[in-house]
């Protein structure tokens, strides 16, 4: 699922980049030699009867190309000059160049639009408890409160909470909580964003702040366990109440959790009620690395009520202008947001950790192909806006870098030199070659780390 997810997700970007530029050159007529999906070894090609365009498949999956016809990569006969890309006034090479990201930005919207007017699930956004001495409890917020808005912000969801205070993080600012408390009553809470660092925005900065999605207390009940797992095989079964583990009572779930995580290879006994019977089960839970440490499984699961959960949850809707409207929004503030991102990891105020290369990418493809259609459409709006944002960065190689040289040669009124081209083409092989690393060292870095 992983694989296909994946390959789904870079072959419809991809395919939508490159027929920005296809449809956008054609409207110059610009000749258009070939439109690939994929680098290197083409393993199919077809030519349509009266196209003048190779339409191919090659072997390296991680992009795509559109080869015009240009006097700067081979001969040109003197009838086809006309058609020739290098030839045209440079508004029209410029809207041929930007193109590309364009259209992934249109289809982030149409994505969006479609997922806005069908509703997207999300959990409410419910705090939890609230960490002590925390810039939420500062801010007199308490478990239970249900956040209504950031500042004039509506916040339907949790995931919106997030993105939300994200954005402003950045900003350092000091926001205004609108929140429901269990009375149903409505109070305002002055949030300070200004407290964190740089290293906070590197992992989940909403621990930071104090802020806790509000998590139904979870008995500590037996509710599923896995096959021939450490559980299983010491007697352990479904409906058992684990009472003590090693004489420590247990109130909840995530106790149990806490004391199997804390005894990895070592001893374990757990006093179980099963119906009228108590019994005493010794196990010794399974070693696992978690984020670089140690800690004890033991392949249990906790016995879920499901109607508390499902009111957890949420599903938002619009009307189709409404929708409309937000999905062009949305897609403005991530393409900010991921802007701000990249411009504070090269000022070295966020670390390079949030770079993420194709086994990330392929991942989360996975992930939410799993979790059903919406969640993977939503990662591949997501996606889109990334890969639009990053070819508009003013690196040679990228279309933001032939952008770059275009706007220089409509402002001086003649083209750029080839001697800047070829130093910019270098420089833009050293910059992408270097991101492209630290990404690849990222993904690397997080299989090992778990």
Same mark, same amino acid.
């Given at each position: 699922m992983t694989l296909l997810a994946f390959i789904g997700a870079i072959a419809s970007l991809v395919v939508f980049h490159e027929y920005g530029h296809f449809l956008v050159a054609r409207r110059c007529n610009v000749k258009v030699l070939r439109f690939s999906l994929g680098f290197g070894k083409v393993l199919y090609s077809k030519r349509f009867k009266g196209s003048d365009t190779e339409w191919v498949l090659s072997a390296i999956p991680l992009?795509?190309?559109?080869?015009?016809?240009d006097e700067r990569e081979g001969y040109v006969a003197p009838d086809e000059l006309p058609l020739a890309f290098n030839r045209k006034p440079v508004l029209q090479r410029m809207a041929i160049v930007v193109?590309?990201?364009? !259209?992934?930005?249109? #289809?982030?919207i149409a994505l969006y639009w479609g997922l806005f007017m069908y509703g997207v699930p999300g959990i409410k956004p419910m705090l939890g408890e609230v960490s002590v001495a925390s810039a939420a409890a500062m801010a007199q917020l /308490? *478990?239970? +409160?249900t956040v209504q808005a950031v500042n004039d912000d509506a916040i339907p969801s949790w995931q919106e909470l997030r993105w939300n205070l994200l954005d402003r993080a950045l900003r350092h600012e000091t926001v205004t909580l609108t929140t429901l408390d269990k009375a149903g009553k409505t109070h305002n809470h002055s #949030? *300070?964003?200004?407290?964190?660092? !740089?290293? +906070?925005? +590197? @992992?989940?900065?909403? +621990?930071? $702040? @104090?802020? &806790? $999605?509000?998590d139904p207390i979870l008995l500590p009940v037996i509710g599923k366990l896995t096959a021939d797992g450490v559980a299983q095989q010491a007697g352990l079964q479904t409906g058992d109440v684990v009472l003590r583990a090693n004489g420590v009572a247990l109130q909840r779930f995530q106790d149990l959790i806490r004391e199997v995580a804390s &005894? *990895?290879?070592?001893? #374990?006994?757990?006093?179980? /009620?099963?119906? =009228?019977?108590? $019994?005493s089960i010794t196990l010794q839970p399974r070693k696992v690395l978690? @984020?670089?440490k140690a800690v004890g499984k033991i392949? *249990?699961?906790?016995?879920v009520d499901e109607a508390l959960w499902q009111d957890m949850f949420t599903t938002v809707s619009y009307s189709p202008v409404q929708a409309l409207l937000l999905a062009g929004r949305k897609t403005w503030e991530t393409s900010i947001i991921s802007l701000k991102m990249m411009g504070k990891m090269v000022l070295g105020e966020v670390s390079l950790k949030n770079l993420s290369g194709p086994i990330t990418i392929a991942d989360y493809a996975g992930q939410s192909a799993s979790m059903g259609l919406v969640a993977y459409l939503t990662f591949l709006a997501l996606v889109s806006i990334s890969l639009g944002v990053l070819n508009l960065l003013p690196i040679p190689l990228l279309d933001g870098g032939h952008l770059l040289y275009y706007a =220089?040669?409509?402002i001086k009124g003649s083209a750029v030199s080839e001697k800047s081209w070829e130093i910019g083409q270098k420089i833009g092989i050293a910059l992408l070659g270097t991101m492209m690393l630290f990404a690849f060292y990222n993904d690397i870095n997080r299989i090992i780390s778990g």
């Open positions: 992009g795509g190309y559109v080869k015009m016809l193109a590309g990201p364009l !259209a992934n930005f249109l #289809l982030a /308490q *478990a239970g +409160d #949030l *300070a964003l200004s407290g964190l660092q !740089a290293s +906070d925005l +590197d @992992g989940e900065f909403m +621990d930071k $702040l @104090g802020l &806790h $999605l509000y &005894h *990895a290879e070592q001893p #374990l006994v757990l006093e179980v /009620q099963r119906g =009228a019977q108590q $019994l978690e @984020g670089g392949g *249990a699961g906790p016995q =220089a040669e409509f």
